[in-house]
């Protein structure tokens, strides 16, 4: 299934997911700059109220946790990682953003720092 939003609010991203555990949306690539990431592995999974989250790694070793609103039917980008895994989980640190905020700042620099001028990927 592939799944795109066009609502402002934060990031959207347009995911391929299939139904996983217990039916629910599960991602196994998404778009990011114009490329396709496929999913190596899920690494956590979490819900709050409104969102279904999905900590994912990518072959070049960058984490992302991206959340899935079931009812409006949208993916977002929640988070961004470069390299490997932190000693604590994103859980605690995305649970504290209200679900209404926009990405954080440091998210909004990693993915900034993802492009060139010219719109073309680079590595992070």
Not at 8 to 25: K, L, T
């Amino acid at each position: 299934m592939t799944i795109e939003s066009n609502e402002s609010s934060a990031m959207r991203i347009c995911v391929q997911s299939y139904p996983g555990i217990r039916g629910e949306e599960t991602p196994c690539a998404f778009h990011l700059g114009g490329r396709r990431l496929p999913v190596i592995a899920v690494l956590e999974r979490w819900s709050d109220l409104h969102y279904r989250y999905f900590e994912l790694s990518v072959s070049d070793g960058r984490r992302f946790v991206l959340r899935y609103q079931a009812t409006a039917r949208f993916w977002e980008l929640a988070a961004v990682y470069a390299g490997s895994r932190p000693k604590s989980s994103p859980r605690a640190a995305i649970r504290a953003t209200p679900h209404s905020a926009s990405l954080p700042r440091v998210t909004e620099a990693l993915v900034a720092e993802t492009f060139t001028a010219s719109g073309k990927e680079k590595q992070v």
